[in-house]
């Protein structure tokens, strides 16, 4: 969590360390020095573009303003040799909690360290901010941090909308997608699309738990769906799937290519004794 209180004596600190009255530091963002006295007493916070702002003022990256574990680095905006950093004040009425939209923490992804990018983020979850556009995030998180958020998203009850999941699948661990596949083959109506997007990722067991679905309920799968999917399963499980009246029409040119000679030549003969019948 951030704690507008802190980030408010940062604030402060900085000011009086680079010389400057609440009214210049006022002047020089465009706005009063009322609203600088609130953000300074921990009452208000500014908005994304002042913070941008003020780091840019005090000659500061963003973390130094938002990091909510380490001391105030002052030395980097004082003339001289700067007054010396002092402890934050603790606060006898508790913390108050304060986060960004995830909208804004998108914004702020390209301006703080990857740390405080996973605390804002994790901060916006926790006041109840959807994790639905986490894929643009993921270009400036590392593999590790990412898979972690994902699973937070996947955990969610029920599942973020389809467009946001489609932006998340090359993000996706083997396991991870099997999580995912194996959770879409429960909803109900069968999100076909959403499956179909994922089937280039596929790993063996989330390509066996589409197998084992279609098996078990052919019915609710379609020609169209198993021709989209047929070469990302294996061909035996695919042969076994054109034997079904509910599946048998799809395209031979889109689903024969992908079945090995044994079982290329085993659909031939059953539908030559199909029509010799």
């Known amino acids: 969590?951030?704690?507008?209180?802190?980030?408010?004596?940062?604030?402060?600190?900085?000011?009086?360390?680079?010389?400057?009255t609440q009214q210049d530091l006022a002047d020089a963002l465009g706005v009063?020095?009322?609203?600088?006295?609130?953000?300074e007493r921990g009452q208000s916070m500014p908005d994304i573009l002042r913070l941008k702002d003020l780091a840019r003022l005090f000659a500061l990256p963003l973390d130094d303003l938002l990091d909510p574990e380490e001391?105030?680095?002052?030395?980097?905006?004082?003339?001289?040799?700067?007054?010396?950093p002092s402890k934050e004040e603790p606060l006898a009425d508790g913390p108050k909690a304060w986060a960004?939209?995830?909208?804004?923490?998108?914004?702020?992804?390209?301006?703080?360290?990857?740390?405080?990018?996973?605390?804002?983020?994790?901060?916006?979850?926790?006041?109840?901010?959807?994790?639905e556009d986490l894929s643009a995030l993921a270009v400036h998180l590392d593999r590790e941090h990412l898979q972690r958020l994902i699973e937070q998203l996947l955990a969610e009850n029920p599942l973020p909308p389809e467009h946001s999941l489609l932006g998340l699948l090359p993000h996706?661990?083997?396991?991870?997608?099997e999580a995912l596949v194996e959770r879409l083959l429960?909803?109900?109506?069968?999100?076909?699309?959403?499956?179909?997007?994922?089937?280039?990722?596929?790993?063996?067991?989330?390509?066996?738990?589409?197998?084992?679905?279609?098996?078990?309920?052919?019915?609710?799968?379609?020609?169209?769906?198993l021709q989209s999917i047929s070469a990302f399963v294996k061909s035996e499980a695919l042969s076994s799937f054109l034997n079904h009246p509910c599946l048998s029409s799809a395209d031979p040119q889109a689903v024969l290519p992908f079945l090995d000679p044994e079982n290329l030549d085993c659909w031939i003969q059953r539908?030559?004794?199909?029509?010799?019948k």
Do not use: C
């Open 1 to 20: 969590m951030f704690e507008m209180k802190i980030i408010g004596q940062r604030i402060a600190r900085y000011r009086k360390a680079s010389n400057r």
């Open 32 to 39: 009063t020095y009322q609203a600088v006295s609130n953000w």
């Open 71 to 84: 001391e105030v680095r002052l030395a980097k905006v004082a003339t001289g040799e700067g007054p010396t």
């Open 100 to 131: 960004f939209p995830l909208s804004d923490v998108l914004a702020l992804a390209p301006f703080v360290s990857e740390d405080t990018l996973l605390l804002l983020t994790h901060a916006a979850l926790a006041h109840g901010e959807s994790l």
């Open 172 to 177: 996706l661990d083997e396991d991870l997608l």
């Open 186 to 225: 429960k909803e109900d109506p069968l999100p076909k699309n959403l499956l179909i997007a994922a089937a280039p990722f596929w790993g063996d067991g989330a390509a066996g738990h589409v197998e084992a679905a279609v098996a078990e309920n052919p019915q609710r799968f379609s020609a169209p769906f």
């Open 271 to 276: 539908q030559l004794r199909a029509r010799q």
